[in-house]
């Protein structure tokens, strides 16, 4: 039995898998998965009810499985018509960055607009999207997988 906190089989296989670089998209449960994503890119649909489980939980467990060297999250796009609904950065944002300072990671959240977040996932380096159930508006992350590093 495993004791991490990520148990999920097809998750921890393409992880174990990804090298320097590969990216992961954790989605919302608004995000079109099935056509937004890298060529190479395995899709795990975790949707379980709305609002469960939520990007930042399934960003917890992986945070806790590899190491990331990157955090992109998709910016706001001031001109987008949902934008309104969302006049400063996203609640959810100031989570990820508590998620972070608790695992001591030197991340930042870093906002890829809209349209250039989509471009960036359909990377060749995009390995897996995990999709959630998250009902947070620009919940989506999108990570870049580190390497070991000697001490």
Not at 7 to 18: E, G, Q, Y
Not at 69 to 85: K, P, Q, W
Request: with cysteine.
């Amino acid at each position: 039995m495993l004791n991490g906190p990520l148990l999920h089989p097809d998750i921890l296989r393409v992880l174990a898998r990804s090298g320097h670089h590969s990216k992961v998209l954790i989605a919302d449960g608004n995000y079109p998965a099935l056509n937004k994503r890298g060529p190479r890119a395995e899709l795990v649909s975790l949707q379980l009810v709305p609002g469960l489980p939520t990007v930042a939980q399934v960003f917890e467990a992986v945070l806790a499985a590899v190491q990331i060297d990157e955090v992109f999250t998709m910016g706001v796009d001031r001109a987008d018509s949902y934008a309104a609904a969302t006049p400063g950065d996203p609640p959810v944002w100031a989570e990820y960055r508590r998620i972070l300072a608790a695992a001591k990671s030197p991340c930042e959240v870093a906002p890829i607009v809209k349209w250039d977040f989509y471009a960036a996932v359909a990377s060749d380096d995009h390995v897996l999207t995990i999709q959630t159930a998250d009902t947070q508006p620009w919940a989506n992350l999108l990570l870049s997988v580190g390497c070991r590093t000697f001490s």
